[in-house]
């Protein structure tokens, strides 16, 4: 990865990361939780796929956590 990709990426995440806060009116601890709930859920949604979706229907692929 060359350098003008990571600052690009850097500048992004600063970005998504400014827009998060905004969002919570600036609080970081909501921000983290409310984050945090969202990897949750996700989670959650990704077991359930995991359960319902044979490994045939996607050619081999099976969904997991990391």
Known sequence: MSAVQKDAEKEQARTELEEVLA???GDALESVKSLLDDCRNLRGELAIVEQLV???????????YE
């Open 23 to 25: 969002f919570h009116g």
């Open 54 to 64: 044979s490994r045939g229907y996607v050619r081999g692929w099976k969904p997991k």
